[in-house]
């Protein structure tokens, strides 16, 4: 496969793609030529699939972005302003979670979806951890909490002592107000390598809670814990090592064409 593969029936040679690649390496001399990049440019190519998605006649591929997997805009589907707003503003975080797991198709199907939120040149290199069942999300919430507790103790006027207080005090009377009654916890993380990877998540985080409730599943996002683990030798020893544990999906050169 050529590295930008253009069907020339379908092209209206119209400059799209080469007006929209955000590195410009995407060229087209005139109305009557199709674009090309010259090949020293080829290693310029984020890959970010831009170029697919904006293209209005599916016209082309790119070197790791093949249309045929490119699954298409429905413009029927497209939300109204006051769709849009009432979506946003029934978003709520859920604070009693029912005592049944969530199944393994409808995880993967939330992983999936979760996938399209924006990460820098579209990379989608974002690992997924699930832990499932209370036996193993308690002693979690249990490591927060002491970590809290070593806050508390250490800064004891500090604004973050003064927020854990009463997290604390709830959790001596036997409420979890870390990952409440949740039966699965969904752990996204990025490779420690990876110069944008917090800001995926950060984007991921906050597409994929606005998605949650569409299958009828509640969430809510656990942002002390990630504090209280962060480096911990005892988390690995609870829950077992990450490998098998991620819920990894390959193919990640899908975008959406517009």
């Not at 590295?3 to 119209?14: A, H, R, S, V, Y």
């Not at 989608?124 to 507790?149: A, C, F, Y």
Request: aromatic share 6%; proline share 7%.
């Amino acid at each position: 496969m050529a590295f930008l593969t253009i069907d020339e029936n379908k092209c209206k040679q119209d400059g799209i793609c080469a007006a929209e690649c955000p590195r410009q390496i995407i060229t087209q001399e005139d109305d009557a030529s199709f674009p090309q990049v010259a090949e020293a440019d080829e290693a310029y190519c984020m890959a970010c699939g831009h170029c697919v998605a904006v293209c209005p006649h599916g016209a082309l591929s790119v070197a790791g972005v093949d249309i045929e997997v490119c699954p298409e805009i429905e413009k029927n589907l497209v939300l109204s302003w006051d769709q849009a707003e009432q979506f946003l503003r029934s978003r709520r975080s859920i604070r009693l979670f029912k005592d049944k797991a969530v199944d393994r198709e409808t995880l993967e199907k939330l992983i999936e979806t979760a996938r399209y939120a924006p990460t820098a040149s579209n990379a989608q290199n974002l690992h997924w951890t699930v832990i499932e069942g209370r036996d193993k999300l308690e002693p979690l919430s249990q490591e927060t909490i002491n970590w809290m507790e070593r806050v508390i103790e250490a800064q004891p006027d500090s604004p973050a002592a003064d927020y854990f207080r009463p997290v604390v005090a709830r959790w001596a009377t036997g409420y979890d107000g870390i990952l409440r009654t949740a039966q699965t916890l969904i752990v996204p993380s990025a490779p420690k390598e990876s110069a944008n990877g917090f800001g995926g998540l950060e984007h991921l985080l906050g597409l994929s809670g606005a998605g949650r409730p569409a299958p009828g599943r509640g969430h809510v996002l656990g942002r002390a814990a990630p504090g209280g683990h962060a480096g911990h030798p005892r988390v690995g020893r609870i829950h077992g090592p990450a490998r098998g544990t991620h819920l990894v999906l390959p193919d990640n050169d899908r975008v959406s064409q517009i």
